[in-house]
């Protein structure tokens, strides 16, 4: 069946007092290379069938999720009785709230053309890497001649997502999600680089241009400098500050501030603090330019930051920080109500910027009299939420930087540091840049970020990872 005749099928077969039935129709196609030759390529199709049953008793108003891969015509049935039974079975839903009506449901598409619910799935397939596969290949040539080896992984998915309510909401998204991560290791693996893209459709990637950035990072790592652990001058690429903004935003939710869980509690939250005495913006937006994600709220499970009651609900642009001011929370329909707040719904991307910032990475490179150059971060894990302390390692890369230039490659650390108390020790902000944060990129890749200056970064101790 078309995936839109399954979601009118299943709709049709409800017995609940409220359904909402998506369909995901993906398809995948990856390559991944090692020592300077492709291991492995392949292209991958699934269908993923999701129906939320809600049931109104008399303590409330229950809901049950029931989702699956590869269900047949037959089996629809069997699936849609199976999330009536789960909704039977449970207590009422702390976020119920009434489903979406359509004139309050998602007016935007990430195409500007409307949400297409007619159309086909689109595709993706390993055509996608035409120009890419070539100009890798030359990498692999040029580091093989270098001595050194090439190794990493490039992936792209089209997702079409079709969702359907009993409220008469019927809407369709289609989400390409890209992304390369190139790493350049000498032999003896004692020297290592990586470089990572987000991109849409791979027609933006330049090899060349990433794989001159990795030869230029292994040059800095010939010369190997010993350093105690301590708080540095610090300069954070752009990848790194996305790892940390991510987990920030993934914390800003309105519930857990106002009930006193987070770091934005103070009690209540603490929206109008100023956090940063930078002028910057966080902000998401689902028509954000090369950052493009699904202008409606679609979830298959519930928790502080989204409601499976919200499916439909329309996402526009959000300032979640504005001029280093606090504006704005994550916030669900039901949350909304209990606060009397308005909703304000989770964005699939990410954007922190500041008026006038025209610095790139090497700008702040050249005017540091001396400090370290980090690549990127990884194993970043919370240690305490009520501040947000992180706790996390440096990888493939800590160079030191001394009058203006880098001077040589440092070991690794462990840091702890907290992105909101970051956010207020800013020294200089550099020009926004798509990137690719390194940790969090299997479930985030939609960000920009600039390079940060901060005076003080916590390397707490000496870390042996490599």
């Known amino acids: 069946m078309r995936p839109q005749e399954t979601v009118e099928q299943a709709l049709a077969l409800s017995k609940a007092d409220g359904c909402v039935v998506r369909v995901v129709e993906q398809t995948e196609t990856n390559l991944r290379w090692a020592r300077n030759t492709v291991t492995t390529n392949g292209e991958m199709r699934s269908t993923r069938l999701a129906v939320i049953s809600i049931v109104n008793g008399a303590a409330g108003t229950a809901a049950g999720v029931v989702e699956r891969t590869g269900v047949t015509a037959d089996a629809l049935e069997d699936l849609v009785r199976a999330a009536e039974r789960a909704a039977a079975e449970a207590g009422p839903a702390d976020d119920a709230a009434p489903l979406v009506e359509p004139t309050a449901g998602a007016g935007r598409s990430s195409n500007r053309g409307g949400s297409n619910w007619d159309g086909e799935p689109a595709a993706t397939s390993v055509d996608v890497f035409g120009s890419f596969a070539p100009a890798l290949g030359e990498a692999f040539a040029r580091a093989a001649s270098a001595g050194l080896l090439q190794f990493g992984f490039a992936e792209h998915v089209m997702a079409s997502t079709y969702l359907g309510t009993s409220t008469g909401l019927r809407l369709r998204h289609d989400q390409p999600t890209g992304k390369v991560e190139l790493n350049l290791r000498s032999p003896d693996l004692a020297r290592s680089a990586w470089v990572g893209r987000h991109t849409r459709d791979f027609t933006d990637i330049d090899v060349p241009v990433l794989d001159a950035e990795l030869d230029r990072r292994m040059a800095w790592a010939r010369r190997r400098i010993e350093l105690d652990p301590g708080r540095y001058h610090t300069i954070l690429p752009p990848a790194a500050v996305a790892d940390l903004l991510a987990f920030l935003y993934w914390r800003a939710t309105a519930r857990e501030a106002d009930e006193g869980r987070t770091v934005f509690a103070r009690p209540g939250s603490r929206i109008g603090d100023r956090l940063s005495d930078a002028p910057l913006t966080v902000r998401s937006d689902p028509l954000e330019p090369g950052l493009e994600c699904s202008p409606f709220v679609d979830a298959t499970v519930s928790g502080p930051g989204q409601s499976i009651f919200d499916n439909g609900l329309s996402i526009g642009p959000t300032s979640w920080i504005s001029d280093g001011v606090l504006r704005e929370l994550i916030r669900t329909r039901s949350w909304a109500?209990?606060?009397?707040?308005?909703?304000?719904?989770?964005?699939?991307?990410?954007?922190?910027?500041?008026?006038?910032?025209?610095?790139?990475?090497?700008?702040?490179?050249?005017?540091?009299?001396?400090?370290?150059?980090?690549?990127?971060?990884?194993?970043?894990?919370?240690?305490?939420?009520?501040?947000?302390?992180?706790?996390?390692?440096?990888?493939?890369?800590?160079?030191?930087?001394?009058?203006?230039?880098?001077?040589?490659?440092?070991?690794?650390?462990?840091?702890?540091?907290?992105?909101?108390?970051?956010?207020?020790?800013?020294?200089?902000?550099?020009?926004?840049?798509?990137?690719?944060?390194?940790?969090?990129?299997?479930?985030?890749?939609?960000?920009?970020?600039?390079?940060?200056?901060?005076?003080?970064?916590?390397?707490?101790?000496?870390?042996?990872?490599?």
């Open 337 to 466: 109500q209990r606060t009397g707040a308005a909703p304000a719904p989770f964005v699939d991307n990410l954007v922190l910027e500041s008026p006038g910032a025209t610095a790139g990475l090497d700008d702040l490179v050249a005017t540091t009299d001396r400090g370290l150059l980090l690549t990127c971060l990884w194993y970043i894990r919370e240690v305490d939420p009520r501040t947000l302390l992180l706790t996390g390692l440096t990888r493939d890369g800590v160079y030191l930087v001394e009058r203006g230039e880098v001077v040589g490659e440092v070991n690794n650390f462990r840091f702890n540091e907290s992105p909101v108390r970051l956010l207020g020790r800013i020294a200089e902000i550099g020009r926004t840049e798509p990137c690719l944060c390194r940790e969090f990129n299997e479930y985030f890749t939609r960000s920009a970020m600039p390079a940060l200056r901060i005076p003080d970064f916590n390397m707490s101790t000496v870390s042996q990872a490599s």
